[in-house]
């Protein structure tokens, strides 16, 4: 007969460790959201948080991919420079994203916060090596890399096929699905990026992105109370412009 000290060890071991990290409050879009309370312990281990100012540099393109980094507050910018000087910001990423993936041992893309940013960074070799002891994490690392992928074969899209008037409505849809709640229909948006950011997000020049958010604003699609900040009123109308009907 199990006594009651072994009974608990045994809860333990299968119990969802959710209230137990004070890293974040992300619950379920988490990296170690799932984990048993063994695997949560184990997994603390290789854990880190690291805090990062508003416009600091995460990481550098072509730097050693030492780690993977998940944001738990604040926003994060991924660009690459062309050969030429310019510019092109290929993500802007929020709590719950997942970001640092590398196939060639060193960084694809530089990261740089758009706020203050807080981070759960995993070593990178570690990790790897848990993979084994703890399959669903790698799992959930497969999880990312396909969002990541996902999200490139987007960009292509936006940059390749549409107008200007159908990028920044994509864009503007895109800000309404990852910072608004479902329901919340008039909820103010507070801009973490620069029109010049937006710009380089879109292949567009900061003049078209002012322009055709102006031209929004006038519609009644939106709203501007000031250069930080947007308010959507007719989100499905955004939409439609999006996907160029």
């Not at 802007?92 to 041992?105: A, E, H």
């Not at 329901?183 to 020049?205: C, K, V, Y």
Request: aromatic share 8%.
């Amino acid at each position: 007969m199990l006594s009651l000290d072994m009974v608990a060890a045994e809860r333990d071991k299968c119990e969802s460790p959710v209230g137990y990290c004070t890293h974040c409050d992300l619950g379920a879009k988490s990296f170690c959201s799932g984990l048993t309370t063994e695997q949560f312990r184990r997994f603390m281990t290789f854990l880190g948080q690291t805090s990062i100012e508003c416009n600091a540099t995460i990481f550098r393109e072509g730097d050693p991919a030492q780690h993977l980094y998940e944001i738990t507050v604040g926003a994060v910018k991924l660009y690459k420079l062309l050969s030429d000087g310019r510019r092109q910001i290929i993500a802007f990423l929020f709590p719950g994203d997942f970001f640092g993936l590398s196939l060639n041992g060193t960084y694809a893309y530089t990261a740089e916060a758009m706020l203050p940013v807080m981070v759960c960074r995993f070593p990178k070799r570690k990790l790897d090596a848990l993979f084994e002891e703890i399959p669903v994490l790698e799992k959930k690392l497969l999880g990312a890399t396909a969002q990541e992928l996902a999200a490139a074969h987007d960009q292509m899209l936006l940059l390749g096929r549409k107008t200007a008037r159908e990028k920044v409505a994509s864009f503007l849809v895109m800000l309404w699905d990852r910072l608004c709640g479902a329901g919340e229909r008039h909820q103010l948006i507070t801009l973490p990026m620069s029109r010049s950011d937006i710009a380089d997000f879109l292949g567009l020049t900061i003049e078209t992105v002012s322009r055709t958010l102006t031209g929004f604003r006038r519609e009644g699609l939106i709203a501007l109370p000031d250069v930080n900040h947007l308010l959507i009123r007719q989100h499905e109308a955004l939409q439609r412009i999006a996907e160029g009907a």
